[in-house]
């Protein structure tokens, strides 16, 4: 059985801290990677930066230091925020790494050889910051359609990719792969509004900038950026050089990108893959944006926070479950302080934290934290345990589905109606009455139990939180192979439980 998976993060522009956007990728990517684990996938997962540009060169000249200074600060103010946000991330590639610098050069030589590379002279619009170039008519009102700064015109010799050339092969490959760009409006987007019209050969050198990846047998040209960046995908596996990476793991299944880097993503890159005579990778999900107010998150507005002061102020797990669950993945949807606070104390606080706190309290007051399943089950009892052993099965589908909102939406279902059986069975009055224990301790089990399989599923996306309440219930980590197996006694111990979730004040 094969069962590798590769999943990866587009790379990062390295051009200042990032911000609650990256996050969000970045956390989206890291529960997928964790819940294929616990599925007992082989998993690699990959994030990285995008280093090279003219971007960053007049970033490091404004600070009066070399691009490579000014990335190396970056980057490592990026893992840290990896780290404290609990990213499982298997490889991390730099574009500045030189595994990376000399396999793109070998690449390039590669497709030049092959005639699918030739040297041309470019004339366009470009932009910037953008680091893109565009036709007269994609400009909106004159302006870069991206981020409607002044786009110049530059003319220079340059080396062209015969992306033309790959047009018809792209249409049969979205033809037979019908699911190949998720959500499907992209995928409509992507063939009605550039593959059908026509594609145009693309420039894929520059002489206006140094920072970069030179052109190994041309060396005033530098590789444009997305020769270089797409192909990271593929030199972390040791592409051309060592195929044991690669043979193990390539083709990707999953590249997560947002919804601006779709069309490099499934129209350059596998025109490129077709170049070299390699598969394409099986999946590419273009999501939405987090905006704040309407608009971009960006740093000239100064409109966001860095994301550990949230992760301070209210823990990690309700910064990733926020990223997680607020928005239907695919659209964009709003981020704020306020909405952050907001779901943490309706979810995450009320239902969660509130359900493990009150069972496990109840558990050794009543039973001294010995709880075994007496099975004095009544009719009540029955809704919720279909649903707990429906769980595992549901959650799979809207994970194959990358409805990972609708995911989290049903694990809370579940918790949510256990907070409802506690209120409907009443154990403060059962316990009362003597002849009532053995239904009140199946009570408890039930509700044990229902905890113990969604935290389970939870562990992908809140694995903090996770850990915290395997911990409470003194039962070792469970993954998907094991999940249902049957507890014979929970064995709690004496000690209440530390909350997992303390209200925020939502002033
Ligand atoms: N370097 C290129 C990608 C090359 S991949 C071979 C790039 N970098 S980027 O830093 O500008 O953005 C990368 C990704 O960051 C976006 O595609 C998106 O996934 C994520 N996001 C940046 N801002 C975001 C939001 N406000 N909301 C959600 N995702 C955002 O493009």
């Not at 793109?104 to 092959?114: A, R």
């Not at 002044?150 to 992306?163: H, I």
């Not at 420039?203 to 590789?223: A, L, M, N, Q, Y």
């Not at 799979?396 to 907070?419: G, H, S, V, W, Y």
């Amino acid at each position: 059985m094969n069962n590798k998976f590769y999943i990866t993060t587009p790379i990062y522009y390295p051009s200042a801290e990032f911000h609650i956007g990256h996050c969000y990728t970045t956390i989206i990517a890291d529960a997928i990677a964790r819940y294929k684990r616990l599925a007992g996938y082989d998993v690699f997962f990959q994030t990285g930066t995008d280093e090279h540009g003219l971007k960053i060169e007049n970033k490091a000249k404004e600070k009066g230091v070399t691009p490579k200074e000014y990335v190396d600060k970056i980057i490592a103010d990026a893992k840290d925020l990896w780290e404290q946000l609990g990213i499982s991330y298997d490889f991390f590639i730099r574009t500045t790494d030189e595994f990376h610098v000399k396999r793109v050069q070998e690449i390039f030589k590669k497709l030049y050889d092959k005639g699918d590379i030739y040297k041309g002279e470019y004339q366009g619009l470009y932009c910037v910051p953008c680091e893109s170039f565009w036709t007269s008519s994609q400009l909106i009102d004159g302006k870069c359609p991206d981020c409607g700064r002044e786009v110049g015109l530059v003319k220079e010799e340059a080396y062209f990719f015969k992306l033309s050339k790959y047009q018809q092969k792209l249409e049969e490959f979205y033809e037979k792969n019908p699911d190949f760009i998720l959500p499907v409006s992209r995928r409509n987007e992507m063939l009605n509004n550039f593959i059908r019209p026509g594609l145009e050969d693309l420039c894929v050198s520059r002489t206006s900038f140094t920072w970069g990846i030179p052109v190994s047998f041309d060396e005033k040209h530098v590789i444009y950026v997305w020769i270089d960046a797409l192909t990271n995908y593929i030199t972390s596996l040791g592409y051309p050089d060592n195929d044991e990476l690669f043979k193990k793991y390539w083709p990707a299944d999953l590249h997560l990108v947002g919804k601006e880097i779709v069309r490099f993503h499934t129209i350059i890159w596998p025109a490129i893959l077709m170049a070299l005579d390699i598969p394409l990778p099986k999946q590419v999900f273009g999501h939405g944006w987090l905006i704040i107010d309407g608009g971009k998150i960006s740093k000239s507005k100064g409109n966001y926070k860095d994301p550990r002061e949230y992760i301070n102020a209210y823990g990690v797990d309700a910064v990733r479950y926020f990223a997680l669950r607020e928005v239907p993945f695919g659209s964009d949807g709003n981020f704020s302080e306020k909405a952050l606070i907001t779901r943490t104390n309706a979810d995450l606080c009320n239902i969660l934290g509130n359900l493990v706190s009150r069972t496990i309290q109840m558990g050794i007051k009543y039973f001294s934290g010995n709880i075994k399943n007496k099975k004095v089950t009544e009719s009540i009892d029955i809704d919720l345990i279909d649903t707990k052993n429906r769980l595992k099965s549901e959650v799979d589908q809207k994970m194959r589905e990358l409805k990972i909102n609708e995911a989290l939406e049903i694990i809370f279902e579940l918790l949510r109606k256990c907070n409802k059986y506690i209120d409907d069975t009443t154990p403060w009055i059962l316990a009362k009455d003597e002849t009532k224990l053995n239904r009140l301790e199946t009570i408890i089990y039930n509700l044990l139990d229902a905890i113990l399989v969604s935290t389970t599923l939870l562990q992908a996306f809140i694995p903090s939180t996770s850990e915290k309440i395997f911990a409470s219930l003194n039962i070792n980590k469970r993954d998907f192979n094991n999940i249902y197996d049957e507890v014979e006694v929970f064995a709690l111990g004496n000690e209440k439980p530390a909350n997992l979730f303390e209200r925020i004040k939502e002033d």
